[in-house]
């Protein structure tokens, strides 16, 4: 049996996968920070000799054209895909030879992308495994709305068509090797699954047991916003991203920063929420590296503004540096490390941090406003009644939304808000950042409004 090795960034919801005979080995979908891959093959003693793209990716940018590069690797992309680099095309029904024991059948898997691909692995011609990009997930499937909506409803019907090719060709024994669905916003809904097989999805997976209409349905009814930067993503894996450069960008004194931050550039704080609210650089925002760090600082930050991080630590800065280029934004302008007092020749900001317990006390003995900055189909769920909505990827456009005066600020569990509480902040809003499950809302004594609706096809 071959050895196959998911590689995961789990801050993006993403694998990428190893595949080796214990000699030579191949690589799907890897990601930009390709030095992870390359320190797997070494570690497990094999050559790369191949490189396959499922699809031109939205939600990063693509490390195959650079690993091809580096170990001389053949680089197999669509045939039809219109790319700027010399690759290895393929098509639908193309067999490729990788060592002596291993075949990779490419299968064409329109639905995610138009020119999506997915491919059967067999060993000695016996089907083992498949790896589906996008195209079938663990109890679900990509999202069909990424290049557009002119082609969503196009895409999501070759979506349940290419899912249920995947599920008549390759056997039920196969197992099933996602790229996307491990907590991606390419995922049409979510699961807690990591593992599975072709033969499990056809007993869970609503593509693969409810009718064409009824899975349409759904899945448009379920679709919700998506982060600003994948638009920068599919163009730039188009023209072949090369290595990132992670060196330690230049440090930068209490000085700079100030000047930094009066010229407009962003200046992120990457300490977590509760840190960041007991003190921090007046006009700094909070995105810290306990949460989806790079998936919220990308959907926000208008694309090219300078962008210098704040850390406790090199350790931290050098890791957000690689969240970073993993979404294409390559080199920080400056940083700097150590505490807030250092960062600042003045006095430091801060901000209240409350529970849903103690917005309910504090609406009995004055007036306040609430802001609610999850997106649309969570506030469609349940929400506090006469809470002001702005979904957090809106907010800096919507600021003239924002009421006056005291303002508390939550989403669902806390880190989001205090991201907008810190964009509030910096624009002179006085803030409290709730930093609770908005679960317990209701219990806390707030008036929740709640949607009734009919179950969808994976919870009846």
Same mark, same amino acid.
């Given at each position: ?16 996968? *190893? ?43 693509? =490390? =195959? ?176 991203? #090369? ?11 209490? #000085?700079q920063l100030r000047a930094r931050l009066a010229a407009g550039e962003w200046v992120v704080d990457l300490r977590n929420r509760v840190a960041f609210a007991a003190g921090h650089v007046a006009g700094t925002l909070n995105f810290g590296l306990d949460g989806s760090f790079a998936t919220y600082l990308g959907w926000l930050i208008p694309w090219g503004t300078p962008l210098t991080l704040l850390a406790e630590t090199a ?22 490390? #150590?505490?807030?007092? =250092?960062?600042?020749?003045?006095? *430091? ?86 930093d609770d499950a908005f679960d317990r809302a209701a219990a806390a004594g707030l008036p929740v409004a709640t949607a009734t609706r009919e179950p969808s096809m994976a919870e009846r």
């Amino acid at each position: 049996m071959p050895h196959i090795l998911p590689i995961d960034t789990a801050t993006l919801g993403d694998r990428s996968y *190893l595949v080796h005979d214990g000699r030579v080995a191949f690589v799907v979908d890897p990601q930009r920070d390709i030095d992870r891959v390359l320190d797997l093959a070494a570690a497990e003693g094999v050559v790369i000799t191949h490189v396959f793209e499922t699809h031109i990716h939205n939600d990063y940018v693509t =490390g =195959g054209f650079a690993l091809a590069a580096r170990t001389g690797a053949a680089y197999h992309v669509n045939a039809d895909d219109p790319v700027a680099f010399d690759r290895v095309p393929v098509r639908d029904g193309d067999v490729v030879a990788v060592g002596g024991s291993m075949t990779v059948e490419v299968l064409a898997t329109p639905g995610h992308t138009f020119t999506h691909l997915s491919y059967a692995l067999r060993e000695h011609g016996e089907p083992v495994a498949v790896f589906s990009g996008g195209a079938l997930l663990y109890g679900s499937v990509g999202r069909p709305d990424l290049l557009g909506p002119a082609h969503t409803h196009d895409l999501v019907r070759h979506q349940y068509a290419s899912a249920r090719r995947l599920a008549g060709v390759v056997p039920d024994t196969a197992a099933l090797y996602p790229s996307h669905g491990f907590g991606s916003f390419c995922s049409a809904t979510q699961s807690d699954a990591t593992a599975s097989t072709i033969g499990h999805e056809k007993r869970v997976n609503p593509v693969l047991l409810s009718d064409e209409q009824t899975f349409v349905d759904e899945v448009l009814a379920g679709l919700d916003a998506w982060p600003a930067y994948y638009a920068h993503m599919g163009p730039r894996n188009a023209a072949g991203p #090369g290595e990132p450069d992670l060196t330690t960008p230049q440090r930068a004194d209490a #000085g700079q920063l100030r000047a930094r931050l009066a010229a407009g550039e962003w200046v992120v704080d990457l300490r977590n929420r509760v840190a960041f609210a007991a003190g921090h650089v007046a006009g700094t925002l909070n995105f810290g590296l306990d949460g989806s760090f790079a998936t919220y600082l990308g959907w926000l930050i208008p694309w090219g503004t300078p962008l210098t991080l704040l850390a406790e630590t090199a350790e931290q800065v050098a890791e957000a540096q690689r969240e970073l280029v993993r979404i294409g934004i390559d080199r920080p302008a400056a940083h700097a490390t #150590g505490a807030p007092a =250092g960062w600042s020749a003045g006095p *430091l900001a801060s901000f209240a941090r409350a529970t849903f317990a103690d917005l309910a006390q504090v609406r009995h003995h004055r007036p306040v406003s609430v802001l609610d900055i999850r997106r649309d189909l969570e506030v469609a769920a349940a929400r506090i009644d006469g809470a002001v909505h702005v979904p957090l990827h809106q907010l800096l456009d919507r600021l003239g939304e924002v009421p006056d005066g005291e303002v508390w600020v939550h989403c669902a569990g806390g880190y989001r808000a205090s991201i907008g509480a810190s964009i509030l902040a910096a624009a002179g809003h006085r803030v409290v950042a709730v930093d609770d499950a908005f679960d317990r809302a209701a219990a806390a004594g707030l008036p929740v409004a709640t949607a009734t609706r009919e179950p969808s096809m994976a919870e009846r």
